[in-house]
């Protein structure tokens, strides 16, 4: 009787479950009707629906629907995340939490569960990345005639749900067929990066969002050469990933699944042993004493590499105590974004009473880095992200030529890689030194491309162990059969040293600007007077990079709109400059110094016949539209003298501001035509 019972009860209650999402459905499709709902949003929610594996998806979207919060529901679900230059990334809190979401938590605590909707970072998105990710694997090496099982490494750092997305992916992975290697504990892009060639993996992932605010999160996948992925293997992942319309799914036998291993500081060794041979002149390290430094971490992991290494260098550091701590909520900073100097305020404040040469902050998953130095007048100042970049290049070739590694005959196989949107300053200094300057669309996965090339183009059969390899061995096969990277940076904060990892690396990059200002103290110069005597030899470059943010469904149609317009209506004049040509990387073919094809992007370039160049671009990771600026004053016969040089750096900031405006007000005017 209780059996007949309880089976009754079941039955009614799936009944009515049934009732309920049909009854949703229903109103959600009167919704997309009236306009409120977008179809495609309305179509998404019934797919999520009709796969749930749990009853927060049902009860988020129904108080949603019931309290018409159609904005936020077309937010959530008008789109499935796809890879951009960042690969998935999302909110995984939404701008309302619902009580299902909520859970348990408190007021002002994380929620228990994270945001419900295909255009969300949670569970189903993780579920349903990994699963695509190990299906392209698995026929990756059917096609290649591999029998071992596919390998995946997975980092994660302290961002809300990240530990729980990593966990997850490792499970799922394991239970598909695939051996998964989980750091035991929060650890850095670029390490993961390194991680997945020490270990000879077929791919990696990593929770994170980087800089972005603390609801965000994302899941950024690697191939086996290191670098993020790119076409083909990332439209494939994508349609392996899309055809995936539920959670649920049927484990493998036990002895068809992988194998989940945690590991840590073995490869924390392995890596900060590659990361030594960054420092070009060992000597300038260990005699800079006197430099004082100031790091932050901004709650990140940078502390896990960073300290031990500038400890090892020799090097005289200070943390910022209250940063030195992993935690997602990054609650000493409205942004943990080294682009920004509110970032770094602490670390200034620091240094000012520690009276400190340099301050140093890399983003929470340490792959960008942001510097303020002492200048020769006492005042601590910003560097840009392109000023930043461009000592580094400088340095890395002219210290390399010092060395006798790079010399007339062997200069034009030594290269340096830079994005289009960065400084024309870097240009100048490879061809001073004869050295090629290759420019690469946004997103430092196309640098690490041309990377996976130069291995390619060294012989096999002394290649096969390339990743083993020592430093001073790879760097001997490419100067002989390849390219040698010496250097490779983006405006955006992101620079790179060396080929053993395949992404931009904040560990690295503290490390290489630490030896560039011990170089500087070494001739009783601040850095900003190294920079300058940079700038009087090779030109003044001046740059301004400014974004427009559209956030939600609404403002990626925007988005679309103002790139269409400047598309279709280009710039003709501005400020009685006349347009010279236009660049359109979506429509136009467009090969690099190598003869290598661009693949094809939204990005446009003008360029003005007084050398002014600016380039318009939706971000690929955030819900913005970027404007970078450049202009150039060039030397005649004699370099820049100090007076010259300053009244220079003035006229150019005041053309970019007015250009700025200009553009400002023009895509104001374009939204609303």
């Known amino acids: 009787m209780r059996i007949h019972l309880q089976s009754k009860f079941m039955t009614e209650q799936l009944a009515a479950m049934s009732a309920s999402v049909e009854k949703l459905n229903s109103q959600i499709e009167r919704a997309a009707s009236d306009g409120y709902l977008m179809e495609s949003t309305a179509k998404n929610i019934r797919s999520l629906l009709a796969g749930a594996s749990t009853d927060v998806y049902f009860n988020s979207v129904n108080e949603l629907a019931w309290n018409l919060d159609w904005q936020e529901l077309n937010d959530r679900f008008y789109q499935t995340l796809a890879f951009g230059t960042g690969g998935l990334r999302g909110r995984t809190i939404g701008k309302i939490v619902t009580a299902a979401e909520r859970g348990n938590a408190r007021e002002g605590e994380r929620p228990e569960f994270p945001c419900v909707g295909t255009n969300a970072m949670n569970f189903f998105n993780v579920n349903r990345a990994t699963r695509g990710l190990v299906a392209y694997l698995h026929d990756r090496n059917r096609r290649e005639q591999i029998s071992a099982k596919p390998k995946i490494v997975i980092v994660y750092y302290p961002r809300f749900f990240s530990k729980e997305f990593a966990e997850l992916s490792a499970k799922v992975a394991g239970e598909n067929g695939c051996d998964a290697f989980v750091f035991d504990s929060p650890r850095s892009v670029p390490e993961l990066s390194f991680a997945v060639r020490h270990l000879h993996a077929s791919a990696g992932a990593v929770i994170t969002a980087s800089h972005n605010p603390p609801y965000d999160n994302g899941f ?228 690490g491309a041309k990377l996976g090339k130069y291995e390619r183009e060294v012989p096999e059969q002394l290649r096969r162990s390339y990743a083993d390899l020592a430093e001073n061995e790879t760097r001997r096969l490419r100067l002989t059969y390849s390219s040698f990277y010496v250097y490779g940076g983006e405006e955006s904060y992101g620079y790179s040293g060396a080929d053993f990892v395949r992404d931009k690396d904040g560990n690295g990059a503290v490390i290489m600007f630490c030896e560039v200002a011990a170089y500087a103290k070494s001739r009783g110069q601040t850095v900003d007077q190294l920079l300058d005597e940079i700038y009087s030899q090779f030109g003044y470059f001046a740059e301004k990079t400014n974004s427009l943010v559209f956030e939600g469904a609404e403002g990626a149609s925007k988005i679309a709109s103002l790139m269409k317009s400047y598309a279709t209506d280009p710039i003709r004049e501005i400020l009685g ?97």
């Open 577 to 673: 400059t006349k347009l010279m040509n236009i660049r359109n990387f979506e429509t136009d073919e467009i090969r690099d110094v190598e003869g290598d094809l661009i693949p094809k992007t939204k990005m446009l370039m003008f360029q003005l016949e007084d050398g002014t160049r600016i380039a318009v671009r939706p971000s690929g990771t955030e819900p913005k539209i970027k404007f970078y600026l450049f202009a150039r004053r060039s030397p005649g016969k004699e370099k820049f003298g100090d007076a010259e040089l300053q009244r220079i750096k003035t006229e150019m900031g005041v053309k970019l501001n007015h250009l700025w405006d200009w553009l400002r007000k023009g895509a104001e005017s374009r939204l609303a035509a």
């Open 220 to 447: 950024k996948v690697y191939f086996s050469d290191g670098a993020q992925v790119i076409e083909p293997h990332a439209n494939a992942i994508i349609a392996k990933v899309n055809a995936i319309a539920s959670e649920s799914f049927t484990p493998l036998t036990k002895e068809q699944q992988g194998k989940v291993t945690t590991i840590g500081k073995d490869i924390d060794q392995a890596y900060m042993r590659r990361l030594e041979t960054l420092i070009l002149e060992p000597r300038v390290c260990r005699e800079a004493k006197s430099l004082r430094i100031i790091y932050t971490p901004l709650h990140g992991t940078g502390s896990v590499i960073i300290k031990p290494m500038l400890t090892r260098l020799g090097f005289n550091f200070q943390l910022v105590p209250e940063q030195d701590c992993l935690d997602g909520r990054f609650p000493t900073v409205k942004s943990p974004n080294p682009e920004y100097g509110e970032a770094l305020t602490m670390a200034i404040k620091l240094a000012e009473s520690e009276n400190a040469d340099l301050v140093i902050a890399t983003d929470p998953d340490c792959d960008r880095m942001g510097v303020a130095v002492r200048t020769k007048g006492g005042k601590m100042k910003l560097l840009t992200g392109n000023q930043i970049g461009s000592l580094l290049a400088w340095y890395r070739i002219k210290t390399l030529f010092d060395k006798s590694v790079l010399n007339k005959q062997n200069a034009s196989r030594a290269v340096i890689i830079k994005t289009f949107v960065t400084t024309d300053l870097q240009n100048a200094i490879a061809d001073y030194y004869g050295v090629r300057c290759v420019e690469t669309l946004t997103g430092f996965k196309y640098i």
